[in-house]
């Protein structure tokens, strides 16, 4: 099969590697494609605690596809069946993952459709939930946060957008959004302080935004994905306002599977969609473009997959 190798830092090439076997309990999927997460972006960078080369496929984990083997064990699914996957090398034509982290997908459901994101931002929900009537504030409209605005704009009395960008203001506004502010807007901390702040970003200085725009005894939620090393907090703010500080983020992949399950029936039922969503597509040998614009992020972008076909 053809994979992407991630060599050395910014620098990726498709090889011809082994197709992998499905073991007992596991399926072997054909992918259609995978989204690029944000979170793969410092290891295309380079950072010094990396070691390259990375294995085949990784670190692709956006996956969809239709199921080409079962492995000894595995019921309700088929060959032939399309579905989306947790795993783990998805850049790649092939990848296995546990039946349990394939989810069938709907015939209605075309593609993209990189369903691992979409399973964060509903288990981001199960962790911190919306409540009726609450003011609700999402700091950073990349692909999670516009997943997020959706999700929230239901429930919300009111939605507060924060991003630097203002297409993605626009773009969250079109999708339930009712109010949308410049990162640098300072009359944004004038605003009475909400109820719910996600901090979607994974970055200080919008973390440090969301704390400041969290009303006393507010739930502050990180859904960004902190990475880069440490970060400072207002240990002051936060402690005097009594925050509910909640990492929203899973690691249990049975959580994940469930979070991917009710996802999907959101695209379904139309509580989601992902059409404005995925805005730059490649080709699997085209990994590295993809990759140099996900971190360019040109005016316009939101997310980029590749999709070979």
């Given at each position: 099969m053809r994979a992407a190798v991630l060599r050395s830092a910014r620098r990726v090439v498709v090889a011809d590697v082994p197709p992998p076997d499905p073991g007992a309990g596991e399926i072997r999927v054909r992918l259609e494609g995978s989204g690029i997460c944000a979170s793969e972006l410092p290891l295309w960078q380079g950072r010094e605690w990396f070691e390259y080369p990375r294995a085949p496929g990784e670190p692709g984990h956006e996956g969809w596809g239709r199921v080409e083997a079962l492995g000894p064990g595995v019921g309700g699914l088929a060959v032939g069946q399309r579905v989306a996957v947790i795993s783990q090398r998805a850049h790649?034509?092939?990848?296995?993952?546990?039946?349990?982290?394939?989810?069938?997908?709907?015939?209605?459901?075309?593609?993209?459709f990189p369903g691992?994101?979409?399973?964060?931002?509903?288990?981001?929900?199960?962790?911190?939930?919306?409540?009726?009537?609450?003011?609700?504030?999402?700091?950073?409209?990349?692909?999670?946060?516009?997943?997020?605005?959706?999700?929230?704009?239901?429930?919300?009395?009111?939605?507060?957008?924060?991003?630097?960008?203002?297409?993605?203001?626009?773009?969250a506004r079109s999708l339930g959004a009712s109010s949308a502010w410049r990162s640098a807007d300072r009359g944004l901390e004038r605003q009475p302080p909400f109820d719910v702040v996600y901090e979607v970003t994974g970055h200080q200085e919008p973390l440090d935004l969301a704390a400041r725009?969290?009303?006393?005894?507010?739930?502050?939620?990180?859904?960004?994905?902190?990475?880069?090393?440490?970060?400072?907090?207002?240990?002051?703010?936060?402690?005097?306002?009594?925050?509910?500080?909640?990492?929203?983020?899973?690691?249990?992949?049975?959580?994940?599977?469930?979070?991917?399950?009710?996802?999907?029936?959101?695209?379904?039922?139309?509580?989601?969609?992902?059409?404005?969503?995925?805005?730059?597509?490649?080709?699997?040998?085209?990994?590295?473009?993809?990759?140099?614009?996900?971190?360019?992020?040109?005016?316009?972008f939101v997310k980029a997959v590749w999709c070979d076909g």
């Open positions: 790649a034509e092939l990848d296995v993952c546990a039946a349990e982290h394939a989810v069938a997908l709907p015939d209605s459901l075309g593609a993209p691992e994101p979409l399973a964060c931002a509903v288990n981001v929900l199960r962790r911190a939930p919306v409540a009726a009537g609450q003011r609700v504030a999402i700091v950073g409209c990349g692909f999670l946060g516009l997943l997020l605005v959706q999700l929230c704009a239901p429930a919300a009395a009111e939605l507060a957008v924060v991003s630097r960008r203002e297409e993605a203001l626009a773009l725009l969290t009303a006393v005894r507010g739930r502050l939620v990180l859904a960004g994905y902190h990475q880069d090393g440490r970060r400072s907090v207002d240990m002051q703010l936060w402690n005097w306002r009594g925050l509910d500080v909640i990492n929203a983020h899973e690691r249990d992949p049975a959580v994940y599977a469930q979070g991917l399950r009710e996802a999907v029936a959101a695209c379904a039922e139309g509580r989601l969609t992902l059409t404005p969503l995925i805005t730059h597509r490649y080709a699997l040998a085209e990994l590295g473009e993809a990759y140099r614009v996900s971190v360019e992020r040109p005016r316009g």
